[in-house]
């Protein structure tokens, strides 16, 4: 019987990630961790709580009227044959770490400790190039497909740091990107049978539901721009600091 500290441990990732846009399926995999749990069951249990999570968050930040299109769809278009490409490449353990961590801790460092433009009272957005959103789609497309994660974790910081849009239009745009890259490694599990849910599954769905109906309403409504990017700025703090603890 799974214990009733993983539940709570995934509606706190679900209320925090969903609160930036995010599904939080690194922090479901980093729950289930502590446990007995089957590596198999536990890819496919996050990856089901990333695609409703993250849909939610978005749906959340859509009605909220922060939703761009130009910030999203230029991505999309690169990023997902990208990370088709870079799912074939084969890393080293030590490349892979090397690289995740690398540009993790500097975002984590960067959206947490230092101001961007779109904290400034005058601030308007900068068109988003057609070129720099098809060459930034595929970078993070086989950025993402070679270390196996949705990649709204960089779309969202680049969006903010680059000035193209608000923290909230940012996690918009991520809540879709996630959840798009995600029924895709779903409909990848179901194809090659390795999708797998033990009796626990349903249980923690609906907590995680729950957590990201209350994340991403604070996201969406509540929090000020500024707290939704201190929040990313925590999501990343929190991803490094448990990899650097663990060395």
Do not use: C
């Amino acid at each position: 019987m799974t214990h009733p500290l993983l539940f709570l441990l995934a509606f706190l990732v679900a209320v925090l990630y969903s609160s930036a846009g995010f599904g939080g399926a690194s922090g479901y995999l980093l729950a289930m961790s502590f446990f007995d749990i089957p590596a198999n069951v536990m890819a496919s249990a996050a990856l089901m709580l990333n695609i409703f999570v993250s849909t939610i968050s978005f749906i959340s930040y859509f009605r909220a009227g922060h939703f761009r299109p130009k910030l999203l769809i230029p991505f999309l278009i690169t990023s997902i044959p990208a990370a088709f490409l870079g799912g074939t490449f084969k890393l080293t353990e030590q490349t892979y770490f090397t690289l995740l961590y690398a540009v993790l801790t500097y975002l984590a460092l960067r959206m947490t400790f230092f101001p961007v433009l779109s904290d400034k009272a005058d601030w308007t957005p900068r068109p988003v190039p057609l070129w720099a959103a098809l060459t930034s789609g595929a970078l993070i497309g086989l950025l993402s497909g070679m270390i196996g994660i949705g990649g709204g974790i960089f779309l969202s910081p680049l969006i903010i740091l680059a000035g193209w849009g608000t923290s909230k239009q940012a996690a918009a745009s991520a809540g879709a990107f996630i959840a798009i890259n995600s029924v895709s490694g779903l409909i990848g599990r179901f194809t090659n049978g390795t999708f797998s849910l033990d009796e626990f599954g349903l249980p923690l769905l609906v907590v995680g539901l729950v957590g990201a109906l209350i994340g991403s309403q604070l996201g969406a409504v509540r929090f000020s721009g500024v707290g939704v990017r201190r929040a990313l700025g925590a999501i990343l703090v929190i991803a490094v600091g448990t990899y650097w603890f663990n060395l």
